[in-house]
């Protein structure tokens, strides 16, 4: 008994319980899986598109960010992200906020995709290894453009690196800028061959070939305008294109946009009368023929944004609401519908002269209409008002309210419309299901109109401007020059994060925006006269936009820069060239 | 009230059975027992050794007691005092008289499973008692150990119902292991009342717990019975409590006036019937003409001393056969918001049962019960108090026109006050429960003397039951001036939504454990040691649903709402670890003490071949007080130990699988055409040898005590270092790689500091007093870490944490305001890379510390110490007199950063009201013919008021907006009175204390400007927080 006892215990003391230790985690997949199972290899393909980042800022309160970089538009109130990262004075210590973009991992992602595809001898089918290599490819392009346009050149990685190469290999140099657009180029060329033009309804979202040549369209466009407006340089190239390859590009642009003109299913979208309706359908109808790759949205499926929560004008809102005053310079870039040019004499804004809203508003580019709320815009069956006071007696019977609601005056006067979908009543906060283009048709004919035009292609150039155009019920232009073809470019692609990117393609964006403070209306009406009296006023939050020579390329940062040496940072930056 | 009448019941009918005992009559015995100075002492147990047969003495010390039989030995024991025995054979009369226990060298410490005597205990632990822990009420015990064990870091900074712990911290080390009778558990869901004693394992006295014990381990033991006379307790508090501090914000018409000057017009911010006029400076109401006096949200939102109340009923005793401890617990705390929707109660029940079946076999089973409630409105207290300081005071925070309809405050669809109550916003309630069981069975072998083999089961089941309903309400203005003669509603936007959730958890613990233990003294020669084998498994689920659009809210039911857009989660959890635990505690003469420990842990979330972790430690005690030089030259000296340790210690709570490469399921999908796709991810690379950090911490102690207590010390000096801390290499790859390299153990960082008690105690006459300050100082640094080392030497100084304090945080230093325009136009720094162009008067001037001319991150310096604050004091002040007690806890902290931001710093940032306190510092700019000066230079501390809170400039971090903070609060004022026992005696009642207790009362610190409106415990300061409590508290305790 005494025996017993102390041997049973010296058992369990000696012999702690080891199998209760093997237990595996329980949301893990095994790198064998995926390897051999096509939907598995097809989920991990997936999750790159779900982190690419479509959309600049991101799918809910930052999304106007590119186009406050811009001055098209603001936010409502000054702490909010948008503004703050337009307004930061952007240096190699303070990352360049909203408008970083580093997404390695993801096109780690695309690199191992591609090697398991080409690697697999397990048997993925031909067709699949093809499509899926195809995709993943666009992915890494699309990305590859995302940073060439920020930083210039860039380390160009394809193949994913491993940790036992040894270190000259892993630490990769920049590229030359025109060696990743030449990239880009050459990888487009190829995958259109590959990629269907389209895939129906079901699997809408997915790169196509008409995707592809869009990508190479816009990065074409890009690199020939560098090539001919910049004088930034780093050695190699790594910044900086030779001016004697613009012409190449401008061809290359050209080429893409044309050959999805006239052989993609895609095309303008013209399905109603009414210009203005028109154009704002081709935003809220999702998957129509203008689109030629976009983010899928679906409520039910909960995949949501912010867009119509945030932009919805007071009055009409639950929540948020009214967060894009438009500035008054950006509403003037919108021509009068006769194609007079649509600036305001501004020693008029003065409070005391009366204006017709119809005439000075009502009266513009149908495309206005559709992309910016100001006083009186019939809206959900009623009207958006911006007037922070009225003069005069009200007749009661008329319903007219002495003063607008509060959030709409309070900053610029016009608010933001486009893309708000005017059938949603009371948006609620990441409930809002319309897609985000990626690519449009309205773009390609304006790459191509660009690019025509620095072809000395002036003829091809007007048609393609006038295309655009006509389609926004806005009369012909008869002669094309930079200035009006930037104007439609600006004017037709506004708000879709294309304006600010353009303005430093162009290298303009110092003069346009460095030292300036953008401005608004306040709106007061007369209501004897039924008439406005308009009064400048600051479109800002008290702050100076800085945008320095040095900012044509943002900085890749101290952080990235100690951790390869090999990397050089851009001119004007510590630690950069010249 | 009802629920704690059926829980008192309970109590009572488990008790009833058990408190019958015999008794006999044969000899009768008398005596005196008294104190030193022959005082007499009433209430001291005189019982038959191990038996459960004696008395207590009366008022004047006298007892009697009666025997069948005279070969016993009597035990005198009373709290405080040596406990004496004496023979009883052939005695008919017994004085005594009790030797104060001074130092307290015969209490019991609880160390790592096992029990010593004080002082015979070789390592730093810091010990709590009951006596300590019942004295001031709390609603949570950690916060009862706050200002009582020197190198414990402490900081409440929250008072709201439900969330008000004190979040604890050994010497700085981290989120330390907490046991409660050997299980793993939280010390806020155990009841103070329940607690026999806590202790705090400070060094290598932790390392028996091995791989969870790098951050120290806090020990709770509850409490038993006795075989002592049966007890019953009372302790009952009723507490009113209110917010230490609230920031005051501004009224109306300064609020204009600072809008004005901000360059923003008042008029867009008013309501439509409210007009401001720049000239007059006021704000006047236009339908009357009169001035516009506003409304102040914040007084609306709370209500002054809110009560609180807590009740613990238990009972202990036994028989020499069968020994007991049952209690039950109650609290019941409200929050200061007027709406009243916001309530926490908790239940605890507890039985420790211990039986003694034959002479050698002994069985404990305990059982204890635990269910916390919140049930509140649907609002989180931060986006509460968003709101609130968005909350413009032109708006009426009621509507006297329509008090049901919520109002709007100004600001987007926010209505702060009315969001309070459930039924606007909806309701939250949340329970959680655990049940614990442990059954250990002992058996002391009869043929091997001090040999005894155990065998226990714990066991811990925790449930939680979560249920979110959100509702979603209209907010309205009223705007009497509108078309409409009445005046009209006007919608101003819909707060929440319709949608609701219910999430339940529940988890399972096993902890089976098997120990032999030998203890034997030979001689002079004491030995005792053990070995024990423990295997813990947890098994943890959980499942959520969620769905949209509630049919009705009568029925706030999932299966009522509807089916679009619903969804639902599972998660699972799963952890195994077993141990094997060994110790060896010998000493000579009780004066030279040896305690060896060797633990091995192993842990399911690490590789098979790296799984096995050694945590040894040893140390040693050296009592010179009992060394005949001293004993015979001196009896000033009570006690004098000199402690010395090392020990190796881990933590494991840093990794969760991280050897196994793969892919992991995201709950994202990402959609093609109508359909979701399912998503993975890389669990990025693996490292297939990972394993825990590891510690080495180094402790030497001197304990002392001289003149029978009248003088005494504990001081401790300490050093840790910590290895293996998982990093990512960062030196490896480069950004572009594209996978962070998997977490390696690499890192190497360190902690030292001191921890010093001094103890004072004294009796004059009829008064005894004590007073024990207490100091610890702890501070970490990085020893060897993977960072980016440049060519820079000024980015290496900026960033380079080698050799470095860890906690050490940088910011700009400013050198004043810029006064008017011509000192920007001249100033030589650069300080916005602009040329100064976007500076403006009144803004901060920084100084160009490295004279390059412009001002960037190689101007930012050490401008102090984040985080955990590196001193921590107290000095704990007692005074009795007769049945009279007044006792005082002072507690500070110091060498630690708060920051001011948000709101808190800036006023109109994120849309905030400001507060007085800006409105009265503030700098006012004005124009004059040379350009822009500040109109009052002498008065003003903080920039102009700006539209947008802080500009690009005046934000940046700098020691303008954080304050290296010092702190001392009155964390707790206590009367009491006992009532003499001649009065009592009579009644059944042995002890009757009432006491009158006030916390947080009084606070000093240097917080300069924002001192009367913030809590210096609440670091990160943007005036969004429910801060700690301030409360007056009657407490009654009796016992019969």
Same mark, same amino acid.
């Given at each position: ?476 232009? &008869? ?28 290298? &303009? ?70 | ?59 004047? /010390? ?450 089976? *454990? ?16 053990? *070995? ?175 003149? #029978? ?148 991150? #190689? ?42 931001? /948000? ?27 040379? /350009? ?55 009644? /059944? ?52």
């Amino acid at each position: 008994m005494k025996k017993l006892i102390i041997i049973i215990f010296t058992v369990i003391l000696a012999l702690p319980a080891c199998d209760v230790l093997d237990i595996k985690p329980t949301n893990m997949i095994s790198e064998q899986d995926v390897t051999n199972d096509p939907a598995l290899l097809d989920a991990y393909l997936t999750n790159v598109y779900n982190n690419v980042r479509w959309q600049s800022g991101g799918r809910s309160n930052n999304m106007a960010v590119l186009a406050v970089c811009g001055g098209e538009m603001n936010v409502f109130a000054g702490w909010q992200g948008p503004y703050r990262t337009a307004m930061t004075i952007i240096d190699e210590n303070g990352a360049p906020g909203l408008l970083d973009y580093w997404p390695y991992g993801n096109i780690r992602s695309t690199n191992e995709i591609i090697q398991i595809l080409q690697n697999s001898d397990t048997g993925f089918d031909e067709e699949f290894v093809q499509q899926k290599s195809a995709e993943a490819r666009f992915l890494r392009a699309f990305m590859y453009f995302e940073l060439v346009k920020r930083y210039g050149g860039i380390p160009l990685i394809t193949e994913p690196q491993s940790i036992d190469q040894p270190i000259e290999e892993l630490y990769v140099k920049r590229a030359p800028e025109a060696e990743v657009y030449d990239f880009i180029a050459n990888e487009m060329d190829d995958i259109s061959r590959i990629l269907p033009s389209s895939y129906g309804t079901d699997d809408f979202g997915r790169a196509t070939k008409w995707a592809a040549l869009a990508l190479k369209s816009r990065a074409m466009l890009y690199a020939a305008s560098i090539a001919q407006f910049s004088d930034i340089t780093l050695p190699e190239g790594v910044v900086g294109i030779p001016q004697s390859k613009a012409q190449d590009y401008w061809q290359a642009a050209y080429d893409a946009s044309m050959e999805i003109i006239n052989e993609s299913p895609h095309a303008l979208y013209n399905h109603n009368p009414d210009p203005q309706k028109n154009y704002a359908e081709i935003f809220v109808k999702d998957g129509n023929e203008e689109v030629i790759f976009a983010e899928v949205y679906n409520l039910s499926l909960l995949k949501t944004h912010s867009w119509n929560f945030l932009y919805m004008p007071d009055g009409f809102r639950t929540g948020w609401g009214s967060n894009g005053p438009i500035y008054l310079e950006f509403v003037e870039k919108y021509e009068y519908k006769n194609g007079s040019p649509g600036n305001l004499n501004w020693n008029d804004l003065n409070g005391n002269v009366l204006f017709d809203i119809d005439s000075i508003m009502a009266d513009r580019d149908p495309r206005f209409r559709a992309s910016i709320f100001y006083p009186e815009t019939p809206w959900q069956g009623s009207v958006v008002y911006f007037h922070s006071k009225t003069v005069g007696t009200i007749d009661s019977e008329s319903g007219w309210p002495s003063k607008a609601p509060a959030r709409n005056y309070k900053k610029s006067g016009f608010l933001l419309r486009k893309r708000i979908n005017e059938y949603v009543k009371l948006p609620i906060s990441m409930e809002d299901e319309t897609d985000w283009i990626v690519f449009r048709m309205g773009e390609i004919y304006l790459n191509a109109a660009e690019a025509a035009f620095y072809l000395n292609k002036s003829g091809e150039s007007l048609d393609l401007l006038n295309a655009i155009r006509e389609r926004a019920g806005m009369p012909d232009k &008869t002669e094309v020059t930079e200035e009006i073809i930037r104007n439609e470019r600006t004017v037709e692609l506004a708000f879709e994060e294309h304006h600010y990117w353009d303005l430093r393609r162009w290298r &303009t964006a110092v003069q346009e925006l460095n030292g300036k403070g953008f401005h608004g209306i306040s709106w007061v009406y007369n209501f004897p006269e039924h008439k406005y009296t308009m009064k400048l006023k600051s479109g800002e939050y008290g702050d100076v936009r800085t945008f320095q020579e040095k900012h044509y390329y943002l900085p890749l940062g101290i952080d990235r820069l100690a951790d390869n040496p090999n990397l050089v940072e851009n001119p004007g930056y510590t630690n950069g060239g010249e | 009230m009802k629920k704690f009448i059926q829980v008192f019941f309970m109590v009572l009918l488990v008790l009833t059975p058990l408190l019958a005992y015999a008794q006999g009559q044969k000899v009768t015995i008398t005596g005196t027992v008294t104190d030193n100075s022959g005082e007499p002492l009433p209430g001291v147990s005189v019982f038959v050794k191990d038996t459960q047969i004696g008395t207590v003495t009366d008022v004047n /010390g006298k007892y009697s007691l009666t025997l069948t039989n005279d070969d016993v030995i009597l035990d005198f024991s009373f709290i405080g005092f040596l406990t004496k025995e004496v023979s009883a054979k052939g005695q008919k009369e017994i004085n005594v008289k009790l030797e104060e226990d001074v130092v307290g060298l015969e209490e019991t410490v609880v160390v790592g499973y096992s029990k010593q005597k004080k002082k015979t205990v070789s390592g730093s632990v810091g010990t709590v008692t009951s006596k300590e822990l019942i004295q001031r009420p709390a609603a949570n015990t950690s916060e009862l150990l706050q200002g009582l064990v020197p190198g414990l870091v402490t900081r409440q900074s929250s008072g709201l119902p439900g969330a008000d712990n004190t979040t604890l911290n050994i010497r700085g080390f981290g989120s330390p292991l907490v046991m409660i009778d050997g299980i793993q558990g939280s010390i806020d869901q155990i009841d103070p009342n329940d607690i026999e004693s806590v202790s705090v394992l400070k060094d290598a006295s932790a390392a028996i717990y091995g791989a969870r014990a790098g951050n120290g381990v806090i020990l709770v033991t509850t409490k038993r019975g006795s075989n002592k006379k049966s007890k019953i307790n009372y302790n009952g508090t009723f507490s009113f409590t209110q917010p230490t501090f609230l920031p005051d914000r501004v009224g109306a018409h300064k609020w204009a006036e600072m809008l004005h000057e901000s360059g923003l017009d008042p008029n867009n911010y008013s309501p439509h019937y409210v007009e401001y006029d720049p000239d007059q400076n006021t704000l006047t109401n236009i339908l009357d003409g009169s001035e516009y006096k506003g409304y102040d949200w914040s007084e609306a939102l709370y209500k002054d001393w809110v009560f609180q109340q807590q009740h613990n009923l238990n009972a202990s005793g036994g028989t020499d056969k069968i020994r007991y401890f049952v209690s039950a617990g109650y609290t019941d705390q409200q929050s200061n918001f007027k709406s009243g929707d916001y309530d926490y109660n908790r239940y605890n029940i507890r039985s420790n049962i211990d039986a003694k079946i034959t002479k050698d076999f002994s069985i404990s089973v305990d059982f204890s019960y635990r269910k916390g409630i919140l049930d509140k409105a649907n609002f989180s207290a931060s986006d509460m108090y968003n709101s609130l300081q968005t909350a413009k005071p032109v708006y009426p925070v009621i509507n006297e026109a329509d008090p049901t309809r919520a109002t709007y405050s100004g600001f987007l669809q926010r209505s702060p006050y009315y969001q309070t109550f459930k039924d606007y916003s909806g309701f939250i309630k949340d329970e959680k429960a655990s049940l614990q069981g442990a059954i250990q069975l002992k058996y002391d072998l009869p043929w091997v003397k001090g040999l005894s083999l155990k065998a226990k089961l714990s066991y811990e089941e925790t449930f939680r039951w979560l249920k979110n309903v959100s509702k979603p309400f209209d907010v309205w203005e009223w705007d009497p001036t509108e078309s409409t003669p009445d005046g009209e509603w006007i919608f101003q936007g819909t707060q929440g939504t319709n949608k609701m959730y219910v999430y339940s958890s529940k988890g399972t613990e096993l902890l089976p *454990l098997f120990s032999i233990e030998y203890g034997r003294s030979f001689g002079s020669h004491n030995l005792r040691a053990f *070995l024990i084998s423990e295997t813990q498994t947890y098994d943890g689920t959980s499942l959520r649903g969620d769905r949209k659009d509630i049919l009705s809210y009568e029925s706030p039911y999932l299966r009522y709402a509807s089916e679009e857009g619903k969804d639902n989660y599972e998660g699972t959890t799963e952890s195994a670890r077993t141990s094997l635990i060994g110790r060896i505690n010998y000493d000579y003469k009780r004066k030279y003490i040896l305690d060896f420990t060797l633990r091995a842990d192993a842990s399911a979330e690490y590789p098979p071949n790296s799984r096995w972790g050694y945590f040894p430690s040893i140390s040693a005690a050296w009592r010179i007080s009992n060394e005949s030089f001293i004993q015979d030259n001196s009896n000033a000296i009570d006690n004098l130990k000199l402690r010395l340790s090392f020990g190796m210690l881990g933590n494991d709570a840093v990794s969760s699988f991280d050897y196994l490469s793969g892919y992991n399921i995201s709950t994202n999908f990402y959609i093609f055409g109508a359909t979701p796709y399912p998503v993975i991810y890389s669990a990025g690379l693996a490292n297939p040898d990972i394993t825990w950090e590891s510690m080495k911490i180094y402790n030497v102690g001197l304990d002392a005590s001289f003149w #029978r207590g009248l003088f005494g010390f504990e001081i401790d000096a300490f050093y840790r270092l910590r290895e293996n801390i998982l990093a990512q290499p960062t030196e490896q790859v480069p950004s572009t790689f594209g996978a962070s390299l998997p977490r390696t153990n690499l890192n190497k960082r360190d902690n030292r500091g001191v921890d010093v008690l001094l103890r004072h105690r004294n009796r004059i006459g009829q008064f005894v007093y004590h007073v024990n300050p207490m100091i610890s100082w702890a501070r970490g640094k990085y020893v060897d870490i993977q960072e980016e080392v440049s060519d820079d030497p000024e980015w290496n100084y900026r960033y380079v944490r080698e050799g470095q304090w860890d906690d050490r945080q940088w910011g700009y230093l400013t050198d004043g305001f810029f006064m008017t325009q011509e000192e920007i136009n001249n100033h030589p720094v650069d300080q916005d890379l602009t040329g100064n162009t976007t500076l403006k008067v009144g803004d901060l001037k920084y100084k160009d510390v490295n004279e390059d001319g412009v001002i960037d991150w #190689r101007d930012q310096r050490v401008i102090g110490a984040s985080g955990l604050p590196n001193l921590m004091y107290s000095i704990d002040m007692g005074l009795e007199f007769k049945g009279i007690q007044l006792s005082m806890l002072w507690q500070g902290a110091g060498m630690y950063m708060v920051n001011f931001s /948000g709101s808190a710093a800036a006023p109109f940032s994120n849309e905030s009201i400001p507060l007085e306190l800006h409105y009265k510092y503030r700098a006012i700019v004005e124009t004059g013919p040379d /350009g822009d000066y500040i109109a009052n230079p002498d008065e003003f501390e903080l920039p102009p008021v700006t539209q947008n809170g802080r500009t690009n400039n005046n934000s940046k971090a700098s020691d303008f907006w954080s304050y290296d903070t010092h702190y001392l609060r009155l964390k707790n004022l206590n009367l009491s009175y006992s009532l003499p026992r001649r009065v009592i005696s009579g009644a /059944g009642i042995n002890d009757c204390v009432f006491y009158l207790s006030a916390t947080n009362l009084l606070t000093i610190d240097n917080l300069g400007i924002w001192k009367h409106d913030f809590d210096p415990e609440v670091v990160g300061q943007n005036g969004r927080d429910y801060p700690p409590l301030k409360t007056v508290t009657l407490g009654i305790r009796f016992t019969f």
